[in-house]
């Protein structure tokens, strides 16, 4: 299979590079920088045929897809700094990326007949109750620009598109990036305390397991919404920290606090980003590991 990945130089998009690459699938990289530029090097990723693309250039979005005509699309490329989409000198550049260069994706993937995944995010949703929130549910109401850009990226696909997966996820960590892990690690290096909030519930995800379950997806025709995290449970940030400061080795003391006490994010947070990952089952997907054992395993391909 041919498959043509956006954003390869963040976190997901050099995992499912790797992933592809393990299973003899033909794997073309795409990014907006001229040549691969992620923080990380690896053999599959580099040699894997890159394409320089803006997501956020309609036309040659389409010269491109048509060009190379992939048998599928995994849709990586957004912007993810949600605090930073807050400020209005970059709410037009988060919609222009999240939400219309996802359209010009799908709209591409249209035309060539490519089967296309989405990944969207716990944010689409109030975080209200203590319910999981079901894939197939239509009650959106987000809290933040950030949310609403990558909802209305969702209502693109299906808008464009019967051949999709909207894969929506929480809690990313991954070895090609900056995320909670590595940040909350450096922190605790240099401070004997530190504060996280323990009042927001949901589940991490390591982008090396929801890569594998995402070309477990494409390598079928098994189309829809679905939710996907890592097993074990719904945690808050701080058993998160304190989970991964106890593998690592750090005595740095975590202190749980609302996330009014913490106080600090100019973006609203869902106190509820509980995913029902059921239909992964029912559609005979395998679930991601624990989220324990993916931090074990993070830690050991990272250096912190």
Same mark, same amino acid.
């Given at each position: 299979?041919?498959?043509?990945?956006? #954003?390869?130089? #963040?976190?997901?998009? !050099?995992?499912?590079?790797?992933?592809?690459?393990?299973?003899?699938?033909?794997?073309?990289? %795409?990014?907006?920088?001229?040549?691969?530029? #992620?923080?990380?090097?690896?053999?599959?990723?580099?040699?894997?045929?890159?394409?320089?693309?803006?997501?956020?250039?309609?036309?040659?979005?389409?010269?491109?897809?048509?060009?190379?005509?992939?048998?599928?699309?995994?849709? *990586?490329?957004?912007?993810?700094?949600?605090?930073?989409?807050?400020?209005?000198?970059? +709410?037009?550049?988060?919609?222009?990326?999240?939400?219309?260069?996802? /359209?010009?994706?799908?709209?591409?993937?249209?035309?060539?007949?490519?089967?296309? &995944?989405?990944? %969207?995010?716990?944010? +689409? =949703?109030?975080?209200?109750?203590?319910?999981?929130?079901?894939?197939?549910?239509?009650?959106?109401?987000?809290?933040?620009?950030?949310? @609403?850009?990558?909802?209305?990226?969702? /209502?693109?696909?299906?808008?464009?598109?019967?051949?999709? /997966?909207?894969?929506?996820?929480?809690?990313? =960590?991954?070895?090609? #990036?900056?995320? =909670?892990?590595?940040?909350?690690?450096?922190?605790?290096?240099?401070?004997?305390?530190?504060? &996280?909030?323990?009042?927001?519930?949901?589940?991490?995800? !390591?982008?090396?397991?929801?890569?594998?379950?995402? +070309?477990?997806?494409?390598?079928?025709?098994?189309?829809?919404?679905?939710?996907?995290?890592?097993?074990?449970?719904?945690? %808050?940030? /701080?058993?998160? *920290?304190?989970?991964?400061?106890? @593998? !690592?080795?750090?005595?740095?003391? +975590?202190?749980?606090?609302?996330?009014?006490?913490?106080?600090?994010?100019?973006?609203?947070?869902? !106190?509820? %980003?509980?995913?029902?990952?059921?239909?992964?089952?029912? @559609?005979?997907?395998?679930?991601?590991?624990?989220?324990?054992?993916?931090?074990?395993?993070?830690?050991?391909?990272?250096?912190?």
């Amino acid at each position: 299979m041919k498959v043509f990945v956006t #954003g390869v130089n #963040g976190q997901l998009g !050099y995992d499912v590079i790797k992933e592809l690459a393990s299973r003899g699938h033909e794997a073309i990289a %795409s990014d907006v920088s001229d040549a691969y530029a #992620g923080p990380l090097k690896d053999d599959a990723v580099t040699s894997a045929h890159y394409v320089r693309m803006d997501i956020t250039d309609r036309e040659a979005v389409l010269d491109c897809l048509r060009e190379i005509k992939p048998d599928a699309v995994v849709h *990586c490329a957004a912007w993810t700094a949600v605090d930073a989409a807050e400020d209005p000198e970059n +709410v037009e550049k988060v919609f222009s990326v999240n939400s219309k260069g996802t /359209y010009n994706i799908a709209l591409a993937a249209r035309e060539i007949d490519a089967k296309m &995944v989405y990944f %969207s995010t716990d944010y +689409v =949703f109030d975080g209200r109750g203590t319910e999981p929130w079901d894939p197939d549910q239509i009650d959106f109401r987000p809290l933040s620009v950030y949310g @609403q850009s990558k909802l209305d990226g969702e /209502y693109a696909v299906i808008k464009a598109l019967d051949k999709y /997966y909207v894969v929506r996820i929480a809690w990313v =960590f991954g070895a090609n #990036g900056n995320n =909670f892990i590595k940040t909350m690690i450096n922190v605790g290096k240099s401070h004997d305390k530190v504060s &996280v909030v323990n009042d927001q519930i949901g589940t991490p995800t !390591y982008t090396v397991d929801l890569a594998r379950l995402v +070309v477990d997806m494409i390598e079928t025709e098994k189309y829809g919404f679905y939710h996907a995290t890592n097993e074990g449970g719904y945690i %808050s940030w /701080y058993d998160f *920290c304190k989970e991964f400061y106890d @593998q !690592y080795g750090l005595a740095t003391e +975590v202190v749980g606090v609302t996330t009014e006490e913490y106080g600090l994010s100019k973006a609203a947070r869902p !106190y509820n %980003s509980r995913l029902d990952k059921s239909k992964l089952v029912e @559609q005979g997907f395998k679930p991601l590991p624990d989220w324990k054992d993916a931090v074990a395993r993070f830690l050991k391909e990272v250096d912190i």
